[in-house]
């Protein structure tokens, strides 16, 4: 049944109807509604035997979770931004021994300067670690994604992060239908652990490896991803007829029929991105767009397919590889190598600046008539930056840049005088 709800308290509600058996938290925004939230389930007793660790530390978080899903729990935490980085140590560490922890990312953009709001800089600085990566839509699909994350993640003995872009989904209150606890576990078995620290039988997890044998690991784990790219579809086809709703897709289209321009996005930025694509429809512009459900694996074979006849596509990124420009873009143009087809990189959102469906329409229209220039950053406020570059050149001890751009465009755009 539906119920209007906060995202967070929503994603709360499913990683408990999961049945975790060891949850380990250190709260952090914007974040920290889902862990309190699943603190008053555990105390409350509506998790059977979970057991709920407060921790000192995002480190100290995952490093006690791997030894919980080492011995064979079920194990879940969340974090974000600065929490993510602390942690990465173990972040690697868990992919390296094949642990199929779940973790929430309510995507936070990192510092420094300080920010709280919204980008992707922290789960793309983390991409690379041996972690699955769905990204969300909506709250209704973050929900669903918890229940295949834990699904695919122990099939495959993977772990696997779920994003949640932060504020805009996690503090965001809309209709979401949370799947009772008989059709979560009609979906999800208990975990039946790959390996296990059993005193009685003892092994061992995480030894030296010297370059004799290093590359085969690492190969192996490349490979479980490889297979991640099919079981995802596979486990998520299962979840829909289990739910009653499409979940779990790689990627996603709408409206790329006869579209010359494909608009590709992680994330809830999607949702703006379909209005605009109905606004430009109306005008008679050919234009499409495709989500990316999942990023790692990258789904290369299935977007290929889904874009082969554009002639143009835009990615609309919300991060920034500094002195190179788009990640995702760069993924994009690797995958479609060989079509005739142009990628432009839109870096838009960053520190969670806006993004209207004005600006979007506006850029999907110059890119028609003249072409972006590489990367493109959206609404960028030039003046501003040529002031602060023109002051370097000017004076060597020319301040801090954050502190000089606050003074012209003062907080949440209020200039200071």
Known sequence: ?????????????????????????????????????????VKAGEIGRCQYLNVESEFAALSALIGASATGARAYTATTSQGLLFMAEAVYNAAGLGLPIVMTIANRALGAPIN????????????????IQFYAEDNQEAVDLHALAFRVAEELSCPAMVCVDGYVLTHAYEPVDVPEQADVDAYLPPYEPVQVLDPDDPV??????????????????????????????????????????????????????????????LGSVNGTIKDAVDDLRDEGWPVGAVKLGVYRP???????????????????????????????????????KGLPIVVETVIAGL?????????????????????????????LKWEVVNKELRRQEERRRSGPTAANILRETGPFGVRVL
Not at 116 to 131: E, K, Q, T, V
Request: net charge neutral.
């Open 1 to 41: 049944m539906k119920q209007q709800i906060e995202g967070s308290q929503a994603i709360a509600q499913i990683v408990a109807r999961c049945r975790p058996e060891v949850i380990a938290a250190y709260p952090i925004s914007p974040q920290t509604h889902i862990v309190e939230a699943l603190a008053r389930l």
């Open 298 to 336: 990258f789904p290369a074979h299935a977007l290929r397919r889904v874009v082969q006849d554009a002639k143009r596509v835009i990615v609309v990124e919300k991060d920034l590889a500094i002195g190179h420009g788009g990640i995702v873009s760069s993924e994009v143009k690797m995958a479609l």
């Open 116 to 131: 709280i709001w919204n980008d992707h800089s922290d789960s793309m600085a983390l991409r690379d670690a041996g972690w």
């Open 351 to 379: 520190g969670g600046r806006p993004i209207p469906k004005a600006s979007i329409v506006r850029t999907v229209k110059a890119a028609f008539l003249e072409g972006l220039e590489e990367p493109h950053f959206l609404d």
């Open 204 to 265: 061992t997890i995480g030894a030296m490896v010297g370059p004799e044998a290093y590359a085969e690991v690492r190969y192996l784990m490349h490979h479980k991803h490889i297979k991640a790219l099919e079981a995802i579809p596979r486990l998520g086809t299962e979840l829909s007829e289990q739910f009653g709703r499409p979940s779990g897709r790689l990627v996603d289209p709408y409206r790329i029929e006869e579209a010359d321009t494909v608009i590709l996005a």
